[in-house]
């Protein structure tokens, strides 16, 4: 897909994931709209081999949404790449669904159980430490919060990426600044996340997660070969997209009545014209 048309795609998939999180009265709505446009480009840009009429191929690249309270944004993601009929997101919220709160592997596409805050970088470690010791080409993917950088497990993972120089992994950390108690740096500052990971030996780029044309051209320019893992921090606005939830902390977890879902659907859809 080109610029232009994955723009599109990330404004439908935010249209539906208002409306699912509106339906089933619950999720992580500020989140979820903050690394909309990273899943988007992952799934329809970046990794290779998805198929979800064999949704374990022996060579597809692995994804692992380590905050996974923000699973909506990836249910939205798997029903545009056809993992997802309609009617199972549809279910999302209701009683004997098979669609949680986080990502569980009963979902096709889905590769791990995830959501424990600070696991989900292990998870990957393991997963590109396979596909080298197999000498596979596929790639390993993982998106963390920012305020999940809290978690003393995802710097042992970091030692380990680089100990095994796991060229083959790509974290990607959503930089949003807010977490449920508030801003990262009031609750555990981490803006030396560069000087961190550099540290650590990986090989961190920063790219504008708001711009799909940065996010594409970010990962267009990755050195798989390099014998470093990857770090891009995604500098994004909490709540994207809908005007009165950017950079508001109650949208970590709120809940939108009739009127606000409404007016969100209207001001993508907004969008969504003006880009036809």
Not at 89 to 107: A, W
Request: aromatic fraction near 6%.
């Amino acid at each position: 897909m080109d610029i232009k048309a994955l723009e599109l795609l990330a404004e439908k998939n935010r249209k539906r994931l208002v409306e699912v999180v509106y339906a089933a009265k619950a999720g992580h709505i500020g989140g979820d709209l903050s690394c909309l446009n990273v899943m988007t480009a992952l799934y329809f840009h970046v990794m290779k081999n998805l198929n979800p009429a064999e949704p374990k191929a022996a060579d597809r690249d692995r994804f692992v949404l380590s905050k996974g309270h923000c699973v909506e944004s990836l249910y939205v993601t798997l029903e545009a790449k056809g993992f997802l009929k309609p009617e199972v997101l549809d279910t999302l919220g209701q009683f004997g669904s098979i669609l949680s709160g986080h990502p569980t592997i009963k979902v096709s596409g889905i590769e791990v159980n995830s959501g424990a805050l600070g696991h989900g970088l292990s998870i990957g470690v393991g997963m590109a430490i396979a596909a080298k010791m197999d000498q596979k080409a596929w790639k390993t993917y993982v998106l963390m919060g920012d305020g999940e950088q809290g978690e003393g497990s995802i710097y042992e993972a970091a030692m380990a990426g680089n100990k095994y120089q796991l060229d083959n992994l790509v974290a990607i950390i959503d930089r949003n600044h807010l977490q449920i108690s508030g801003n990262t740096e009031d609750v555990m500052p981490i803006d030396s996340i560069k000087e961190r990971w550099s540290a650590f030996g990986w090989d961190v780029i920063s790219m504008n997660g708001d711009s799909m044309e940065d996010i594409v051209k970010t990962f267009d320019a990755i050195d798989y070969e390099n014998k470093k893992p990857h770090l891009l921090v995604s500098n994004t606005t909490k709540g994207k997209g809908v005007s009165f939830m950017e950079g508001i902390a109650k949208w970590h977890h709120g809940v939108l009545n009739e009127e606000q879902c409404k007016a969100a659907v209207a001001e993508i859809e907004a969008r969504i014209v003006s880009m036809k």
